[in-house]
């Protein structure tokens, strides 16, 4: 069967199953919108209102269903405003397709208008990508991409297309999707065997859970792990979910904003076991002196990541599902009775508090999991706001917390959130922001308002950059220098001026009332939360300073005494 580039481009997309595109349009990319016109029965298109929101949207689309999201750009200015979204899925391992068209190929490597070498951009940023410049190589090259994007450890793909390549024929026979395996040719017997051995000989075992275990849908296999090592849990920002946030072994997230008793308890612990995580920065603190009593076993799909940021005794290279199911048959059911009690007392001595009588953003955070009974779908920006999510709301499955991480990505929980809201129809979804973020990618508000999605955008108003404020406060002497955004922006009134339903909050009463209208909504709200400029999130540790040196106002006003 003859077809153009841009007809193999749409069935090729339904090959892997793909019902949802978000993107905008341009010159280079026009023969596939048309294309895709022809399709919109089967293919549905939602166009942001900027090319970043695009990938953003793609992004949580994908973390949200656990398929590859789809985002479609143009030449040029379309396909950079890409970027930053590429890069963010890149840094928390999420499989995206992007799909750009460039110009034609003999205006290719000429400066022509709108040209620019978007796979010589992204390169750093993506597992693989690819410069289509022939219509025949066309069919493979995006279903390599698809395969390269959900394989081992998933990440995005960019394929850029010259326009003429769009436009020629060739022949075209439709193919079914590899079924992806996963990755088990890397995990040694031995290592595990091992690891068994070192979790029945330990007094103080830890399980450290990373985002891993969620991609690889490990949530069962961790909770019969958990149960037979007998050990407390704690988790990072990306794990969220994985093990459930209301069982009485997990003891809150680790690192710099992890709770006082998962610090502690990583600090004298003889035995860590990390499950899918890359250790970064704010983890580790200072690494040197990292859970400098426990022997480290390190299990991730990845061998890149071993050994990386931080050396450890023993490591299993593989998919977390597959490695978890062999542990567990290789694992007697062990008993720690004295080390959970002791954990059990870190978290009675140290719980995390609300903030105080009046509006904060934990009570806010608080306030949405109580009325949502654990149950919506929380997207964050990045900030203090991003913290307190992270901190207040229980979350039970992997998934439900979806945020930039690895490269903390002001402006990226609106376009997110839109991809999460059209993923999962019927499902509450809050995307939890600063004043700070919302102003990055604000315009997206009307996308969610033209598809009447039934989102809740919750921003934690404190008119100041509040991390980057909470940093100048405590390390840089209260030089509080371009962080003050005290400018008479009122985001009720821009709301609404986009077509949403908007409400300020400036006491716990009027921010319970503006949420049981937003709950009852079909269509997007905003809630305008004000709190005070100088609240901030506890605990913390300094930077580069070890996990066991957390602290937080209170420990400050007792120093001051001294």
């Not at 209208?517 to 709200?525: C, D, I, L, Q, Y």
């Amino acid at each position: 069967m003859q077809l153009t580039g841009s007809q193999i481009v749409i069935e090729c997309l339904k090959e892997q199953g793909v019902d949802t595109v978000f993107g905008y349009p341009g010159g280079a990319i026009l023969n596939v919108y048309d294309e895709l016109y022809k399709h919109s029965d089967e293919i549905h298109h939602i166009l942001t209102s900027h090319e970043q929101g695009a990938s953003h949207a793609a992004d949580g689309y994908a973390r949200s269903t656990g398929k590859v999201g789809v985002c479609f750009a143009t030449s040029g200015p379309g396909a950079t405003n890409l970027v930053t979204g590429i890069a963010t899925a890149y840094m928390d391992s999420v499989p995206v397709v992007a799909i750009t068209c460039n110009v034609t190929l003999p205006l290719l490597g000429k400066d022509s208008f709108q040209e620019i070498d978007i796979a010589g951009i992204t390169t750093p940023i993506t597992k693989h990508n690819f410069i289509v410049k022939d219509v025949d190589r066309l069919a493979d090259t995006i279903r390599r991409a698809f395969k390269i994007a959900r394989t081992g450890r998933p990440g995005p793909v960019l394929v850029d297309i010259t326009k003429d390549v769009t436009a020629a024929k060739t022949n075209y026979k439709a193919v079914k999707p590899e079924v992806v395996p996963r990755k088990t040719e890397n995990i040694e017997e031995a290592s595990v065997k091992k690891t068994a051995e070192l979790i029945a000989k330990s007094k103080k075992p830890v399980i450290f859970v990373g985002g891993g275990v969620g991609i690889s849908g490990a949530e069962k296999e961790l909770r019969e792990f958990v149960t037979k090592a007998d050990a407390p849990v704690c988790d990072t920002l990306m794990g969220k979910g994985a093990f459930d946030g209301s069982d009485n072994k997990y003891m809150g997230m680790l690192g710099m904003h992890g709770t006082k008793t998962a610090n502690l308890a990583v600090s004298e612990c003889d035995l860590l076991i990390a499950i899918g995580t890359r250790f970064s920065d704010r983890i580790l603190g200072n690494p040197k002196k990292f859970a400098s009593k426990a022997r480290i076993v390190h299990i991730d799909v990845d061998p890149a990541e071993i050994n990386k940021n931080l050396l450890v005794y023993e490591q299993i290279i593989g998919d977390a599902k597959e490695v978890l199911t062999r542990l567990n048959a290789s694992l007697k059911k062990t008993e720690h009775k004295e080390w959970n009690a002791y954990v059990a007392d870190l978290k009675k001595k140290y719980p995390l508090k609300d903030g105080g009588k009046g509006l904060t953003g934990p009570y806010a955070i608080s306030k949405i999991y109580k009325e949502t009974k654990g149950d919506a779908y929380i997207v964050t920006e990045v900030g203090q706001h991003q913290m307190w999510a992270a901190q207040y709301y229980t979350y039970k499955h992997p998934g439900q917390l979806i945020t930039s991480g690895g490269l903390g990505t002001m402006g990226y929980g609106l376009g997110a959130s839109i991809g999460v809201s059209i993923g999962n129809p019927g499902k509450k979804v809050f995307n939890i922001a600063g004043d700070g973020c919302f102003r990055m990618n604000m315009n997206e508000l009307v996308t969610a308002v033209r598809n009447k999605l039934p989102l809740v955008e919750v921003v934690i108003n404190n008119h100041v950059l509040g991390m980057v404020r909470q940093w100048q406060d405590l390390f840089y002497n209260k030089h509080y220098s371009a962080t003050i955004l005290d400018d008479g922006m009122d985001y009720v009134k821009v709301a609404e001026a986009m077509g949403a339903t908007a409400y300020r909050a400036k006491s716990r009463e009027e921010f319970d009332k503006a949420l049981e209208k937003a709950m009852k909504s079909k269509t997007p709200v905003l809630i305008d939360v004000i709190i005070d400029s100088d609240d901030k999130v506890w605990p913390m540790v300094a930077p580069g300073a070890p996990i066991n040196e957390c602290f937080d106002g209170n420990d400050l006003k007792e120093e001051t005494k001294k």
